[in-house]
T-cell receptor, first 111, second 111 residues
Framework: RKEVEQDPGPFNVPEGATVAFNCTYSNSASQSFFWYRQDCRKEPKLLMSVYSSGNEDGRFTAQLNRASQYISLLIRDSKLSDSATYLC????????????FGTGTQLKVEL | NAGVTQTPKFQVLKTGQSMTLQCAQDMNHNSMYWYRQDPGMGLRLIYY???????DKGEVPNGYNVSRLNKREFSLRLESAAPSQTSVYFC??????????FGQGTRLTVV
């Protein structure tokens, strides 16, 4: 089983829609959680960190469920510019605190 | 503020040639990483370095060597390039459990 799993999509949604992505992780020693955004073949960039209490940044809301070992990302009022691949990233304790990526979920927002 | 700098941005190699990809960060980060990304696939960890003087294998280390020259620099070497190593290579760095920052990537083609 992969350490971090995501639905690869693509998710095709109309502009203005609400879309949610989930990411599951297998190692309970996971310490830090992030969502990154990657545009076509460019470097990943941090979208937001994910905190235990949940956090919101404008149209984006991230949640962490440690008991079920998943994190989620909710995007409200989707824009065309939100089209990208969204990567779930965790940092495990031990073993040098290694960054581990999910394979990413592709989002396409359409008119 | 340069962040993470990778060189070169593009490279074409012939099978059997060698080359070194350079990565430098100016954020005083302890950890540095090398990933490769193939079309339609997620980021796969090649090697990482939790601190100056230490390196560890990731998911796909075969055919590569690394060197953590100092705290700032982490290089990736292909001793005898193969077509299977055609990919986009990303370097990243972070401190502890904090977010990672990426270089702009090196697009390598081996013919």
């Amino acid at each position: 089983r992969k350490e971090v799993e995501q639905d690869p999509g693509p998710f095709n949604v109309p502009e203005g829609a609400t879309v949610a992505f989930n990411c599951t992780y297998s190692n309970s020693a996971s310490q830090s959680f992030f969502w990154y955004r990657q545009d076509c073949r460019k470097e990943p960039k941090l979208l937001m960190s994910v905190y235990s209490s949940g956090n919101e940044d404008g149209r984006f809301t991230a949640q962490l469920n440690r008991a079920s070992q998943y994190i989620s990302l909710l995007i409200r009022d989707s824009k065309l510019s939100d089209s990208a691949t969204y990567l779930c990233v965790i940092i495990l304790t031990g073993g040098g605190n290694k960054l581990t990526f999910g394979t990413g979920t592709q989002l396409k927002v359409e008119l | 503020n340069a962040g993470v700098t990778q060189t070169p941005k593009f490279q074409v190699l012939k099978t059997g040639q060698s080359m070194t990809l350079q990565c430098a960060q100016d954020m005083n980060h302890n950890s540095m990483y090398w990933y490769r990304q193939d079309p339609g696939m997620g980021l796969r960890l090649i090697y990482y370095s939790a601190s100056e003087g230490t390196t560890d294998k990731g998911e796909v280390p075969n055919g590569y060597n690394v060197s953590r020259l100092n705290k700032r620099e982490f290089s990736l070497r292909l001793e005898s390039a193969a077509p299977s190593q055609t990919s986009v290579y990303f370097c990243a760095s972070n401190r502890g459990f904090s977010e990672a920052f990426f270089g702009q990537g090196t697009r390598l083609t081996v013919v």
